[in-house]
């Protein structure tokens, strides 16, 4: 098995890897960074951290992260609170919620661009994580028995 490539910005020590060979159907969900060359759908939630999509990486999944690096292929929405990069080999088809954006020269996009500064990016986040905490209770009122 060869050694993982080193990932430009971040540290090797503290980053997932998903291979090439690996495909993934459902949820990813963490609070670690994560480099992703092989195939997800479903929706991936990384909100505390860095995600990197490889050159050999294929999305079909709406992610929510706090960076997002695009070498590969993506067919999906992106919410970053901090910054979405989209590299010269990054192919995206969906939209794009971010403070920050960087698109190289070569990059492929189709969708909306939607930059936020940085504090009403995390202010819609935690509006919506206090949306789903409120819709919550109830189901929870209705367990308990008289």
């Known amino acids: 098995m060869e050694a993982p490539k080193?990932?430009?910005?971040?540290n090797q020590?503290?980053?997932?890897n998903i291979g090439q060979s690996v495909v993934i159907k459902g949820e990813l969900s963490g609070s670690e960074n994560l480099f992703v060359d092989g195939e997800v759908e479903g929706r991936i939630e990384l909100p505390a951290s860095k995600l990197v999509i490889g050159p050999n990486g294929r999305?079909?999944?709406?992610?929510?992260?706090r960076?997002?690096?695009v070498n590969g292929k993506i067919d999906g929405d992106i919410t970053a609170t901090e910054r979405v990069e989209?590299?010269?080999?990054a192919s995206l088809s969906?939209?794009?919620?971010?403070a920050r954006i960087i698109v190289e020269?070569?990059?492929?996009?189709?969708?909306?661009?939607?930059?936020?500064?940085?504090s009403a990016a995390r202010a819609s986040e935690v509006k919506s994580a206090a949306a789903s905490v409120t819709t919550a209770q109830p189901v929870q009122g209705s367990l308990i028995r008289k």
Do not use: C, W, Y
């Open 67 to 69: 960076e997002v690096v």
């Open 13 to 16: 020590s503290e980053v997932a």
């Open 86 to 89: 989209l590299r010269k080999t």
């Open 94 to 98: 969906g939209n794009i919620v971010t």
């Open 59 to 65: 999305i079909k999944a709406n992610i929510h992260a």
């Open 6 to 10: 080193p990932i430009p910005g971040m």
């Open 105 to 118: 020269e070569g990059a492929f996009f189709k969708g909306n661009i939607d930059v936020q500064r940085e």
